[in-house]
């Protein structure tokens, strides 16, 4: 009975990795890429680096991790979207109090900043954060293809949908810059603007 309650509560592969990728962004965000050692990620995740490495190779690793867990997120949310009565456009603008907050989440704004900057200067991560991007965009174009008007050329659709993108992208830095942004008026505008773009 001892041992079966000791297993019981031993941390399956996929806890421990969550446990370990937790630890990774809090380090991240608070001393950066660099200063992120697996040291101070296995202390912060109660772990040993031995334990880490059993996990994850580096640190470009545990990003790719990341990247994909932030995919999956997406990818959900898009489905949901997509599931809703109504038109498209109502479902994505309906998110957008959501998005907002999300975005102006600092802890995630910090995170995406450091991971941005580390793409800037490290092929590694740049094929990651890249070839994440390259995804992220699909599941938008085919989703956003719903709402084209047949007049846009494949250009013009496909440069409405990147400016959706920067959009997002821009708030994470506003975050950063700008935290004490009204929301509720950011949502409202954002509105107009991607009902502007799509619609």
Same mark, same amino acid.
């Given at each position: 009975?001892?041992?079966?309650?000791?297993?019981?509560?031993?941390?399956?592969?996929?806890?421990? %990795?969550?446990?370990?990728?937790?630890?990774?962004?809090?380090?991240?965000?608070?001393?950066?890429?660099?200063?992120?050692?697996?040291?101070?990620?296995?202390?912060?995740?109660?772990?040993?680096?031995?334990?880490?490495?059993?996990?994850?190779?580096?640190?470009?690793?545990?990003?790719?991790?990341?990247?994909?867990?932030?995919?999956?997120?997406?990818?959900?949310?898009?489905?949901?979207?997509?599931?809703?009565?109504?038109?498209?456009?109502?479902?994505?603008?309906?998110?957008? +109090?959501?998005?907002?907050?999300?975005?102006?989440?600092p802890g995630r704004a910090a995170l995406v900043m450091e991971v941005l900057a580390e793409a800037a200067r490290n092929p590694k991560?740049?094929?990651?954060?890249?070839?994440?991007?390259?995804?992220? %965009?699909?599941?938008?174009?085919?989703?956003?293809?719903?709402?084209?008007? +047949?007049?846009?050329?494949?250009?013009?659709?496909?440069? %409405?949908?990147?400016?959706?993108?920067?959009?997002?992208?821009g708030m994470m830095m506003r975050a950063v810059n700008h935290p004490d942004t009204d929301r509720e008026a950011l949502a409202r505008?954002?509105?107009?603007?991607?009902?502007?773009l799509l619609g």
């Open positions: 009975m001892v041992d079966e309650a000791h297993t019981a509560n031993r941390p399956t592969p996929e806890s421990r %990795r969550q446990q370990i990728l937790d630890a990774a962004c809090d380090c991240v965000r608070q001393a950066g890429f660099h200063g992120a050692s697996m040291a101070e990620i296995a202390k912060a995740a109660g772990l040993s680096v031995g334990q880490i490495y059993r996990y994850f190779e580096n640190k470009e690793a545990m990003i790719a991790a990341i990247v994909a867990q932030d995919l999956a997120e997406m990818r959900e949310k898009f489905a949901e979207m997509e599931s809703r009565p109504g038109t498209l456009l109502d479902a994505i603008t309906e998110q957008l +109090p959501e998005a907002v907050d999300k975005c102006f989440d991560v740049a094929t990651i954060v890249r070839a994440a991007d390259e995804q992220e %965009r699909a599941f938008a174009t085919t989703m956003m293809a719903r709402s084209r008007k +047949p007049e846009w050329s494949d250009a013009e659709f496909e440069a %409405r949908c990147e400016v959706v993108g920067m959009l997002f992208d505008v954002l509105d107009g603007a991607i009902r502007q």
